[in-house]
């Protein structure tokens, strides 16, 4: 799609958005996720969780997507009020210049925008099927993310109980605020009423999704994943788009049983189309050090392996872009674009088989992209131009470009770390992130100098903050 284009389409969204109120977000009324570890959801990815009511639940199982709570978030936004909850989009939008949200890119989204009458009819109190639904059964995994959560890495709470909490400011990692939150998943999926009352509705529900994604934690850990699989395999639904979530660093058993599951629901054709997302977030030693329990061999082998085994498959790069992202992101971008010159499909909508989707990190604000100083600015703009240099509108030598929709993430990302930020927070999060990533690596065996050498300034400014602090 020409970029004029697109820009088209969000445009007229954002138009036929604002004769409902300049807040209003399509995605309120039909997207979900489902942390059904620990009960918890929230539509669209950018807001908190919260949990649903076990007496909501015990009711009506619906209640896993139309909480009370969202309810309310959805009367604010017919009334044109901006729930608090949605900054990530207020901040977009409220960037100099001309600028479109995900609230603007989602609402445009074949999920969505077609079922623009039927969220106003339902209004804020009707319950509704959400369109889009993603989910996780289980925090099983067996990577620890830097920025991730025990309530979705197994791993990572196995470590917290082994250690204890991080000393940082922030509470990101904590037990006391799992507990708070009610977000402490329950270990036995068995006994757990919220994947109970997921399987009574499913049903119901599945015959309206447009878009159903299965998340985790690490998805091929979790047997649900295979019940669904076996599940849309004996049920065809023709206008479902299936989408598996993996960080492609499983036991090759595992992998070897997903694809046959997959390929069995491919030669019936009973969906629309089937997307793998796996997860990079850099490139090379860098990339592991942020995703800990990552092998780049390994990773690559399972990359190849599912490009050519299931080659009507769709890939998906999700990009968690944060400061230890930046040094090295030129060489992942260099991987993606001869990624999507190997698996080029003519005349689909991207030319390729291979997308990459970049959001940037907000939490841990310790490891956010907006504390990066010039000389790392100077990178992302040099890899921005780079995108652009590589987009259709330049791309040569019969060669597949980087699309628009993937510029946009890009452009709106260095736009947002740009903006300078209060000097006084800055020193808090760079202090967060030398008490943070030292006792990473005292606990794990990582050297983060070793492993980041161009962020030395950055580091001891971090340490001297620490230590004056009596840290």
Not at 262 to 275: E, G, N, S, Y
Not at 284 to 301: K, P, S, T, V
Not at 349 to 376: G, H, T, W
Not at 413 to 427: D, E, G, R, T
Request: charged share 25%; aromatic share 12%; hydrophobic share 35%.
């Amino acid at each position: 799609m020409e970029k004029e284009d697109l820009k088209k389409q969000y445009s007229d969204t954002k138009e036929k958005l604002d004769t409902v109120s300049p807040s209003f977000c399509l995605a309120k009324w039909f997207q979900v996720t489902l942390h059904l570890q620990n009960g918890h959801n929230h539509s669209c990815h950018h807001p908190n969780t919260h949990q649903t009511n076990l007496d909501e639940l015990a009711k009506n199982p619906a209640a896993l997507h139309n909480t009370i709570f969202k309810k309310k978030i959805r009367s604010l936004m017919l009334e044109g009020v901006r729930p608090k909850e949605c900054e990530y989009c207020w901040k977009i939008e409220d960037t100099a210049g001309s600028h479109f949200s995900d609230r603007h890119i989602k609402s445009n989204d074949d999920w969505a925008k077609p079922f623009f009458e039927e969220a106003i009819q339902a209004g804020a109190e009707k319950d509704i099927n959400p369109k889009y639904l993603e989910v996780s059964f289980s925090n099983s995994c067996n990577f620890k993310c830097a920025y991730c959560l025990p309530q979705i890495s197994s791993s990572w709470m196995k470590e917290l109980k082994q250690h204890g909490e991080y000393q940082t400011h922030s509470k990101h990692h904590a037990f006391s605020y799992l507990e708070k939150t009610g977000k402490m998943p329950i270990a036995d999926t068995s006994l757990n009423p919220y994947v109970k009352s997921f399987w009574e509705w499913w049903p119901t529900l599945y015959k309206d999704l447009k878009t159903f994604r299965i998340t985790g934690g690490e998805p091929f850990m979790v047997p649900d994943t295979y019940k669904v699989l076996e599940y849309v395999a004996e049920n065809p639904n023709p206008q479902l788009s299936l989408a598996i979530n993996t960080n492609l660093g499983v036991e090759q058993h595992l992998i070897d049983k997903a694809v046959v599951s997959i390929k069995k629901i491919l030669d019936a054709k009973h969906v629309k189309d089937i997307t793998i997302f796996t997860s990079l977030d850099t490139w090379g030693i860098q990339a592991e050090y942020i995703r800990y329990g990552l092998n780049m061999d390994l990773f690559l082998r399972n990359l190849t392996y599912v490009l050519e085994k299931l080659p009507e498959v769709k890939l998906t790069f999700m990009c968690t872009y944060n400061l230890l992202s930046i040094s090295s992101f030129r060489a992942f971008l260099e991987f993606i674009l001869n990624l999507k010159n190997k698996y080029k499909v003519a005349n689909t909508e991207y030319d390729s088989r291979i997308v990459l989707d970049i959001s940037y990190l907000k939490d841990p604000q310790f490891m956010c992209a907006n504390l990066a100083d010039k000389s790392l600015l100077d990178q992302m703009k040099s890899d921005l131009l780079f995108l652009s240099e590589n987009s259709p509108n330049r791309k040569s030598d019969n060669k597949i470009g980087f699309t628009d929709f993937e510029l946009n993430k890009m452009q709106r990302l260095f736009s947002w770390a740009s903006v300078a930020i209060n000097p006084v927070f800055k020193n808090l999060q760079l202090k967060d992130n030398y008490i943070f990533f030292s006792e990473y690596d005292r606990r794990r065996g990582t050297n983060f100098l070793q492993t980041y050498p161009e962020y030395t300034d950055l580091w001891n400014a971090g340490k001297h903050l620490a230590q004056s602090n009596g840290v």
